[in-house]
């Protein structure tokens, strides 16, 4: 079973940068794809980005396309989400999670999940 851990979140600026960074241990990395969710108050968790076991295929929600890169390096046992040109409806909890299976989009058909890292971004 794999642990995830989540840094990199904090406070930002419109217009601003962060790179969220999601840590696992327990088992290698390579053996799962990878994605990156978020939870805003009151709305649902949505995926913004995912990423096979390779980093050979990536998604992105519309809404972060062109500003959003995710990214893995296997041999670090760590995957990113570097995040640009930040808006404040990008203000959520942000999530990562593990699974498997490629090609995921809903949140129910990841297994294993970090604890979340906060984004607020001000305008």
């Known amino acids: 079973q794999v642990q995830l851990v989540e840094s990199g979140g904090g406070l930002v600026q419109a217009g601003g940068s962060l790179r969220l960074s999601c840590a696992a241990s327990?088992?290698?990395?390579?053996?799962?794809?990878m994605g990156w969710f978020r939870q805003a108050p009151g709305k649902e968790r949505e995926l913004v980005a995912a990423?096979?076991?390779?980093?050979?295929?990536?998604y992105y929600a519309d809404s972060v396309k062109g500003r959003f890169t995710i990214s893995r390096d296997n041999a670090k046992n760590t995957v990113y989400l570097q995040m640009n040109s930040l808006k404040p409806e990008d203000t959520a909890v942000y999530y990562c999670?593990?699974?498997?299976?490629?090609?995921?989009?809903?949140?129910?058909?990841?297994?294993?999940w970090g604890q979340g890292t906060q984004v607020t971004v001000s305008s």
């Open positions: 990423i096979n076991w390779n980093g050979g295929s990536t």
């Open positions: 999670a593990a699974d498997h299976r490629s090609g995921l989009r809903v949140d129910y058909e990841y297994n294993y």
């Open positions: 327990g088992r290698t990395l390579s053996s799962y794809a």
